[in-house]
């Protein structure tokens, strides 16, 4: 296990202690993201995680995303910290070389291979990969400018199908 949680009967019995030997009462931003790279570096490069293990990290990001704003940007963005994540192959890659696609009518219309850009896991919600460090589609494609003379503009009939369920929602 990358961090353990003292049980409460030995928290009631040993606080004393437990204080003195420097347990803390809760795990901080940066106990979170040391978690996450210690699954990277323990990972076979280029090997995707073991079910255990990728629930374990999305569970890790889900607390991490959850913990203070405040806390979390101080933690993440002094630069000591690297958060790691799982991307879409299920292998662990630094979030700042991920994307989440935040526009799935690009992704629809273009063609396999045309661009290079990892994603993160598709059980990583986009709000969590952004808090976290993940750039969106849009924002990838936008400073390649190279990749995006080549995507092809959706033609009118698959943009209505794109928008049909959430007007029939509305």
């Known amino acids: ?3 353990v949680q003292v049980p409460s009967e030995l928290v009631a019995s040993y606080a004393p202690l437990l204080r003195l030997l420097g347990v803390r009462e809760s795990f901080t931003p940066s106990d979170l993201a040391k978690a996450l790279e210690a699954m990277y570096h323990a990972a076979e490069p280029r090997t995707p995680l073991s079910p255990a293990n990728l629930t374990q990290a999305l569970g890790l990001l889900r607390a991490l995303h959850k913990t203070p704003f405040t806390d979390r940007q101080e933690a993440l963005h002094g630069g000591a910290v690297v958060v790691y994540a799982p991307g879409e192959d299920g292998v662990m890659h630094r979030m700042d070389e991920l994307c989440f696609g935040d526009a799935p009518w690009l992704l629809s219309t273009m063609k396999q291979g045309q661009i290079n850009l990892k994603f993160v896991h598709g059980k990583v919600k986009n709000e969590v990969a952004r808090a976290l460090g993940a750039r969106s589609l849009r924002e990838a494609l936008l400073s390649d400018q190279c990749a995006m ?5 959706a033609r009118a009939q698959e943009i ?4 049909a369920p959430a007007a029939r929602r509305a």
């Not at 003379?149 to 503009?153: D, V």
Request: net charge positive.
């Open 160 to 163: 209505r199908s794109f928008l």
């Open 149 to 153: 003379a080549s995507i092809p503009c």
């Open 1 to 3: 296990p990358y961090l």
